[in-house]
């Protein structure tokens, strides 16, 4: 395989006068805390790029070879928009990226005023794409249908029926606890209690006691880990035996950390996104993957190589790389990808757009099926 | 009932660590008439330095046993932060004794930056899990009401200290001399105090008072922050002026008084408004009372002595 490979890339290389190269950009952190996310990101736009290549496209009566070109954005705003220059001003056709939202939102503004479109595979916060650009598409679920997502689950796969709704009153925490509020409304089951703290507060003990009065058997917390442990703790403190449900800002080591001996099984959480084994063609991507980079899927790529062929598809049927030409197909792109079926709504969000819910056991969060 | 109970047990548990917070900024005041804006910052000193001792004993003692391990690690943290007020004051503020009173209170914003950059750089950004010594598991519930041993320790243990600095200020030399001192400094050096021992004593009483408010806020909550001594710091000035600033008395007032009601306000807000108030006024709720005892009390509940001073 490896020898049928490399006969691929020279006989590509051979023929590669007849060509045009096309250019997509990637742009992630590629250094730093979280640069192995970013780098796996980086690997299933690429490889995306090669099974395009492998296959031979033909768009507008050229054959075309496409490039990617990476670029390192530290996950950091100010570099992102950097980054986002240079990509643009390399002559890039379409950007897989950003990674973070903190980077996407800045850099959106520029990839909008080059016209040049740009998919996210892993920026959640719905402020992105509040934006309204013309070039912004994510394949991701954003906070908002992870929100709704939350509800499903809350409703019918853990049987709830008394929620109790607390929030920190970020943008991040409203929105979440907002969206899971309009959902439940609409389930038929509106929260029992809905109460208010901020991202600072240490002690919650003044709303935990009014929301046991209600009789919750199950609490739902939008915020981060760093308030929603000490929240859980204070909830064992007070005798409420409620669940507990967090968004994705509670889906991490670090709660399980801070939380300590409050964890149980009772302990649920959201992230956006399917794990793997669950995606339509994951396993088959995994192998794939695996053999083309030596390293097995981290997070996201699967999301990545989403992205990217949804930029090929749409100048497929635009039948030009011309970001201008191709961006209305972009908005109409329907095809069954690695992750799912991809297709974007008006404001460039995933149709789909898959939630998983995470439960807390021996140790570690385990993906509910 | 249960409901107002339990408010009242939570109120007060956090109102006792406002009450010992409130004692520091009301000490200095009432000598200084100066507002110590760093004294939250070593209450997060505190705590963190016991976490750090914490974790040493453990790794190198780990048969001393929890409350050992504890009070071990709370005394290195009341030495340390002891040292650090006396050092504040040292550095910080004796030289500004006769600036004018603008001066001081603006190197004291500048000395609480200056403790959380510390913090920051020694400790980082990261939140960090206080270690659970004493236990936080409610024991049988008295009348509905939980309460867990950490909590019932931070009462005992706030009441104790409060009523020993009370005896301390009236019943020994050094308390007759620091209210000596508060009351003119130049009279009392004149009389033979040595007023710049006296303000030193004043500082590191006070900080030890926050290096325990400190690693008991830790020991509840199970977290330690290098940003965690803000809100404790505002919420104890704001219960030191609402109690009277200056008056041993009105802090513990002032905070027992603020822990109840910032946790009553946010349990029945939303029904004594009719629905249009709601928790997210928590800390509204507290400041509206603090804006109507000035308004018929503008020295506080219990400051009368202050109004000269001001």
Same mark, same amino acid.
């Given at each position: 395989?490896?020898?049928?490979?490399?006969?691929?890339?020279?006989?590509?290389?051979?023929?590669?006068?007849?060509?045009?190269?096309?250019?997509?950009?990637? =742009?992630?952190?590629?250094?730093?805390?979280?640069?192995?996310?970013?780098?796996?990101?980086?690997?299933?736009?690429?490889? =995306?790029?090669?099974?395009?290549?492998?296959?031979?496209?033909?768009?507008?009566?050229?054959?075309?070879?496409?490039e990617l070109q990476a670029e390192d954005d530290q996950a950091d705003p100010r570099t992102a928009t950097t980054v986002a220059q240079r990509l643009a001003d390399a002559g890039v056709k379409g950007v897989v990226g950003h990674v973070t939202s903190g980077a996407s939102i800045p850099a959106s503004r520029i990839y909008e005023q080059s016209g040049i479109p740009a998919i996210t595979p892993?920026?959640?916060?719905?402020?992105?794409?509040?934006?309204?650009?013309?070039?912004?598409?994510?394949?991701?679920?954003?906070?908002?249908?992870?929100?709704?997502?939350?509800?499903?689950?809350?409703?019918?796969?853990?049987?709830?029926?008394?929620i109790a709704v607390i929030d920190d009153r970020t943008a991040y925490g409203q929105g979440l606890a907002d969206a899971l509020v309009d959902s439940l409304k609409k389930l038929g089951t509106p929260p029992v209690g809905r109460e208010f703290t901020t991202d600072k507060a240490t002690d919650f003990a003044a709303i935990l006691t009014k929301l046991k009065a209600a009789q919750p058997d199950a609490v739902f917390y939008g915020g981060m880990d760093a308030q929603g442990a000490p929240l859980l703790k204070q909830m064992k403190q007070l005798g409420i035996g409620a669940k507990y449900l967090g968004g994705d800002g509670a889906c991490t080591a670090e709660m399980i950390k801070i939380a300590g001996a409050a964890m149980s099984s009772d302990v649920y959480c959201t992230q956006a996104g399917i794990p793997m084994d669950k995606m339509p063609g994951g396993k088959e991507f995994n192998e794939r993957f695996k053999k083309r980079f030596g390293v097995s899927v981290q997070l996201y790529a699967p999301y990545s190589y989403d992205a990217a062929t949804a930029l090929i598809e749409a100048m497929k049927a635009a039948g030009s790389t011309d970001p201008a030409k191709y961006l209305p197909q972009l908005q109409k792109v329907s095809f069954k990808g690695v992750t799912g079926n991809i297709a974007f709504d008006a404001s460039g969000d995933s149709r789909e757009g898959g939630v998983t819910l995470y439960q807390f056991n021996a140790g570690k969060w385990e993906a509910r099926p | 009932m249960e409901t107002l109970l339990q408010q009242t047990v939570n109120g007060l548990v956090v109102g006792s660590v406002y009450a010992l917070v409130a004692l520091g900024y009301t000490m200095v005041y009432g000598i200084l008439g100066l507002i110590n804006f760093a004294h939250g910052d070593i209450l997060m000193i505190g705590a963190l330095v016991a976490l750090e001792a914490i974790r040493l004993l453990q790794l190198h003692a780990p048969d001393l046993g929890l409350i050992p391990t504890l009070l071990a690690g709370l005394s290195i943290s009341v030495v340390?932060?002891?040292?650090? !007020?006396?050092?504040?004051?040292?550095?910080?503020?004796?030289?500004?004794?006769?600036?004018?009173?603008?001066? /001081?209170?603006?190197?004291?914003?500048?000395?609480?930056?200056?403790?959380?950059?510390?913090?920051?750089?020694?400790?980082?950004?990261?939140?960090?899990?206080? /270690?659970?010594?004493?236990?936080?598991?409610?024991?049988? /519930?008295?009348?509905?009401?939980?309460?867990? /041993?950490?909590?019932?320790?931070?009462?005992?243990?706030?009441?104790?200290?409060?009523?020993?600095?009370?005896?301390?200020?009236?019943?020994?030399?050094? !308390?007759?001399a620091m209210r000596a001192t508060a009351e003119n400094h130049k009279v009392a050096s004149l009389m033979g105090v040595d007023t710049n021992k006296i303000i030193a004593a004043t500082f590191i009483i006070g900080s030890a008072l926050a290096a325990v408010a400190g690693v008991m806020f830790s020991s509840n909550y199970g977290i330690a922050h290098y940003a965690m001594g803000f809100m404790p710091g505002l919420k104890a000035f704001t219960a030191a002026v609402l109690g009277g600033i200056g008056n041993l008395g009105g802090a513990m007032l002032g905070g027992l008084l603020l822990g109840l009601v910032e946790s009553i306000g946010a349990g029945y807000i939303e029904d004594l408004s009719f629905g249009f108030l709601n928790s997210s006024y928590q800390d509204i709720f507290a400041f509206i009372i603090l804006g109507i005892v000035l308004i018929f009390r503008p020295t506080g509940l219990l400051g009368e002595r202050v109004a000269d001073r001001a």
């Open positions: 395989m490896k020898l049928a490979l490399a006969g691929v890339l020279v006989a590509g290389s051979s023929v590669s006068l007849a060509q045009t190269v096309v250019k997509i950009g990637f =742009a992630g952190p590629l250094t730093g805390p979280i640069a192995h996310v970013g780098k796996d990101e980086q690997y299933g736009a690429q490889l =995306a790029l090669d099974d395009a290549n492998a296959k031979g496209v033909t768009i507008g009566g050229q054959k075309i070879r496409f892993s920026s959640t916060s719905p402020k992105l794409t509040q934006q309204k650009f013309r070039t912004t598409y994510r394949v991701i679920a954003n906070d908002l249908q992870q929100g709704a997502a939350m509800a499903r689950f809350a409703t019918e796969v853990l049987k709830a029926k008394r | 340390v932060c002891m040292i650090l !007020g006396y050092t504040i004051e040292r550095t910080a503020y004796r030289r500004l004794r006769n600036a004018p009173r603008l001066a /001081p209170l603006i190197t004291a914003i500048g000395v609480s930056f200056l403790l959380q950059t510390i913090a920051m750089i020694i400790w980082g950004r990261n939140y960090h899990t206080f /270690p659970q010594l004493v236990s936080t598991t409610p024991i049988e /519930p008295i009348a509905g009401v939980f309460i867990t /041993p950490v909590q019932i320790v931070i009462l005992v243990v706030s009441a104790v200290l409060m009523v020993a600095l009370v005896l301390l200020v009236n019943r020994t030399r050094l !308390g007759r």
